[in-house]
């Protein structure tokens, strides 16, 4: 983690504090909270899949021209998907279905597979990229699927 920026690092961290609000007020809060902490937990959630797919894309973006043209299709496509699968996880919430906690079971298991994206960047992201991504993805990650099981 030393090698992480320390703007980044202190940032990232403070990005999982909101879903760590959320289920501390699950475990310990009146039930009144409990719909609010799973709807913001589910929000929450969805935004920052949905902020991901834009990283990725300014990665693509930003990539050399010949790199562009050769084989970041897959990274391209791969930067779309986050927002949709987090639109998928509100349809239930949009037809007064069953929700959030099949949502952010889905929104949880998102987080944790972004990590093959990140993996996959190689030398596209910095040397760092992955020592910060993983603690902020395994992190919000289960704790999205714990908010979703509590």
């Given at each position: 983690?030393?090698?992480?920026?320390?703007?980044?690092?202190?940032?990232?961290?403070?990005?999982?504090?909101?879903?760590?609000a959320?289920?501390?007020?699950?475990?310990?809060?009146?039930?009144?909270?409990?719909?609010?902490?799973?709807?913001?937990?589910a929000?929450?959630?969805?935004?920052?899949?949905?902020?991901?797919?834009?990283?990725?894309?300014?990665?693509?973006?930003?990539?050399?021209?010949?790199?562009?043209?050769?084989?970041?299709?897959?990274?391209?496509?791969?930067?779309?998907?986050?927002?949709?699968v987090a639109?998928?996880?509100?349809?239930?919430?949009a037809f007064?279905?069953?929700?959030?906690?099949?949502?952010?079971?889905?929104?949880?298991?998102?987080?944790?597979?972004?990590?093959?994206?990140d993996?996959?960047?190689?030398?596209?992201?910095?040397r760092?990229?992955?020592?910060?991504?993983?603690?902020?993805?395994?992190?919000l990650?289960?704790?999205?699927?714990?908010?979703?099981?509590?």
């Amino acid at each position: 983690m030393r090698e992480i920026p320390g703007l980044a690092r202190v940032l990232g961290l403070s990005g999982l504090l909101p879903q760590a609000a959320c289920l501390i007020a699950l475990l310990f809060g009146p039930p009144e909270w409990r719909e609010p902490a799973l709807r913001i937990a589910a929000i929450y959630a969805a935004l920052i899949l949905s902020f991901l797919g834009g990283l990725w894309w300014g990665i693509a973006a930003g990539a050399p021209a010949a790199e562009r043209r050769r084989a970041l299709g897959w990274l391209w496509i791969a930067a779309v998907t986050p927002s949709l699968v987090a639109l998928a996880c509100f349809l239930p919430w949009a037809f007064g279905w069953r929700w959030p906690e099949p949502s952010l079971i889905m929104l949880g298991a998102a987080l944790l597979i972004s990590l093959g994206v990140d993996a996959r960047l190689g030398s596209l992201a910095p040397r760092w990229w992955m020592a910060l991504r993983v603690p902020l993805s395994v992190g919000l990650g289960a704790m999205t699927i714990a908010i979703a099981l509590t």
